[in-house]
């Protein structure tokens, strides 16, 4: 299935045509991208745009018209002279228009009497999907509640003769509103922490893609919410911006991580005797995050067996809720961690781990605060911060002495499976 595309360049590789491909790409369709501008931006501002001549931008969409079977289109930023070209070139379609008027950072995309043109020659007949600024522009609504936004997308469809019009609330409180065949629709959501750049883009794209697909609107458009806030969720931070390959680029990394965590708990067992004294007396567990903080661990953990040691289950995701804490936390401060395992605390390992050069640092739960005792969860946490603040640099090891009804442990970190179990190693044979 291919989907046709009309947006601007983003220099900066975070919205426009980048994500609107990658969108479409990710869902696994084929983008036909069409390029009506080219702006000269980064995650900083927008310093300028070169319009692409309207009939450059027609002669784009015939070309692949003529060879490729298109049902949706994607409309993004365009000039004014462009919208008159955009229109005619793309009757017979579903349109999914994204009214890009004014970035976050403030450029002005289109002028008053281009919104007008907008108003009268796209909008009509378009699935229309503005956040809520540029709902306002259009329909002079002004928004600040779901009522706002209910009577701003019946303006949209009633008295500019959209075939339907969606509201996102990321702008107010992440409800999305869809008013279609006499009806409206709401769709709650949450604050995502993450880039958020690059939104609009992607939800419009998703959507007109979901559309292609076949899907009735009302599921379109919470499938295309969801979409966008996992791409939010696992954002670019190179690119500050959303990231649409996010599930591709997840699925993958969790079989790598299950597969480099496996092949290290493997290497660990046959160390067998000598790490069996070293075992924690709860069971010792190992952990191993990728780079979307998802965090892999030993089902049931790591115990003695007899004189040597066996893992109880596989490798699953979210199977250590204790070692994904620490990890986590750590990686607050040090991303570049991705690995840790618990060891029964000993003098000895501890003095061990000093001279092999490794850094070390400590936490007292003596220490800890009453708010943190009394809370479900947090002293992993607060621990984790308390040993690298006490340091004041990044530790390969942490350990505490237990409390009362707690456990002392010692923490190994790494920067992957493997040097986690080489750590160990050097540990044990010392």
């Given at each position: 299935?291919?989907v046709?595309?009309?947006?601007?360049?983003?220099?900066?590789?975070?919205?426009?045509?980048?994500?609107?491909?990658?969108?479409?790409?990710a869902?696994?369709?084929h983008?036909?991208?069409?390029?009506?501008a080219?702006?000269?931006?980064?995650?900083?501002?927008?310093?300028?745009?070169?319009?692409?001549p309207?009939e450059?931008?027609?002669?784009?969409?015939?070309?692949?018209r003529?060879?490729?079977?298109?049902?949706?289109v994607?409309?993004?930023?365009?000039?004014?002279g462009a919208?008159?070209?955009v229109?005619?070139?793309?009757?017979?379609?579903?349109?999914?228009?994204?009214?890009?008027?004014?970035?976050?950072?403030g450029?002005?995309?289109?002028?008053?009497?281009?919104?007008?043109?907008?108003?009268?020659?796209?909008?009509?007949?378009?699935?229309?999907?503005?956040?809520?600024p540029?709902?306002?522009?259009?329909?002079?609504?002004k928004?600040?509640?779901?009522?706002?936004?209910?009577?701003?997308?019946?303006?949209?469809?009633?008295?500019?003769?959209?075939?339907?019009?969606?509201?996102k609330?990321?702008h107010?409180?992440?409800?999305?509103?869809l008013?279609?065949?006499?009806?409206?629709?709401?769709?709650?959501?949450?604050?995502?922490?993450?880039?958020?750049h690059?939104?609009?883009?992607?939800?419009?794209?998703?959507?007109?893609?979901?559309i292609?697909?076949?899907?009735?609107?009302?599921?379109?458009?919470e499938?295309a919410?969801?979409?966008?806030?996992?791409?939010?969720?696992?954002s670019n931070?190179?690119?500050?911006?959303v990231?649409?390959?996010?599930?591709?680029?997840?699925?993958?990394?969790?079989w790598?991580?299950?597969?480099?965590?496996?092949?290290?708990?493997?290497?660990l067992?046959?160390?067998?005797?000598?790490?069996?004294?070293?075992?924690?007396?709860?069971?010792?567990?190992f952990?191993?995050?990728?780079?979307?903080?998802?965090?892999?661990?030993?089902?049931?953990?790591?115990?003695?067996?007899?004189?040597?040691?066996?893992p109880?289950?596989?490798v699953?995701?979210?199977?250590?809720?204790?070692?994904?804490?620490?990890?986590?936390?750590?990686?607050?401060?040090?991303?570049?961690?991705?690995?840790?395992i618990?060891?029964?605390?000993?003098?000895?390992?501890?003095?061990?781990?000093?001279?092999?050069?490794?850094?070390?640092?400590?936490?007292?739960?003596?220490?800890?605060?009453?708010e943190?005792?009394?809370?479900?969860?947090?002293?992993?946490?607060?621990?984790?911060?308390?040993?690298?603040?006490?340091?004041?640099?990044?530790?390969?090891?942490?350990?505490?002495?237990?409390?009362?009804g707690?456990?002392?442990?010692?923490?190994?970190?790494?920067?992957?499976?493997?040097?986690?179990?080489?750590r160990?190693?050097?540990?044990?044979?010392?």
């Open positions: 299935m291919a046709l595309i009309i947006a601007g360049l983003d220099t900066g590789g975070g919205a426009g045509l980048k994500a609107d491909i990658e969108t479409v790409s869902l696994n369709e983008p036909l991208p069409v390029i009506s080219i702006t000269y931006q980064n995650p900083k501002e927008v310093r300028g745009i070169f319009p692409v309207p450059v931008i027609g002669e784009q969409v015939r070309a692949v003529e060879v490729f079977d298109v049902t949706a994607k409309i993004g930023l365009l000039h004014g919208i008159d070209v229109a005619e070139e793309t009757k017979g379609l579903t349109r999914v228009l994204d009214p890009v008027i004014a970035s976050s950072s450029f002005q995309f289109l002028s008053p009497e281009d919104v007008d043109v907008l108003k009268k020659k796209l909008v009509p007949g378009s699935i229309v999907t503005p956040n809520v540029e709902a306002e522009a259009l329909t002079g609504v928004i600040s509640s779901v009522g706002d936004m209910k009577k701003a997308v019946r303006v949209l469809v009633e008295e500019l003769d959209a075939e339907a019009a969606v509201i609330g990321g107010l409180n992440f409800t999305d509103v008013y279609w065949d006499g009806r409206d629709f709401e769709f709650p959501g949450e604050s995502v922490k993450g880039f958020t690059g939104t609009g883009c992607a939800f419009s794209s998703a959507l007109a893609t979901f292609a697909k076949g899907l009735e609107l009302p599921r379109a458009v499938m919410k969801r979409f966008v806030e996992g791409a939010i969720m696992f931070r190179e690119g500050k911006a990231n649409p390959l996010w599930e591709l680029q997840r699925d993958a990394q969790r790598k991580a299950m597969r480099e965590l496996e092949t290290a708990v493997d290497k067992v046959k160390t067998g005797e000598l790490l069996n004294r070293y075992i924690a007396e709860v069971g010792t567990n952990a191993l995050a990728t780079d979307f903080n998802e965090v892999f661990a030993v089902k049931g953990r790591i115990v003695r067996y007899g004189k040597t040691i066996r109880v289950g596989l699953e995701l979210n199977a250590s809720d204790h070692l994904r804490r620490a990890l986590l936390k750590m990686r607050e401060f040090y991303p570049e961690v991705r690995a840790v618990n060891l029964r605390y000993s003098e000895e390992l501890v003095e061990r781990a000093e001279k092999l050069g490794l850094k070390v640092s400590f936490y007292d739960r003596r220490e800890e605060p009453e943190v005792k009394r809370a479900e969860r947090g002293t992993m946490e607060w621990g984790i911060e308390s040993a690298v603040r006490r340091l004041g640099e990044k530790p390969d090891v942490v350990y505490h002495l237990g409390d009362w707690k456990e002392p442990m010692v923490l190994v970190f790494g920067g992957n499976a493997e040097e986690v179990v080489e160990v190693h050097r540990l044990i044979e010392a």
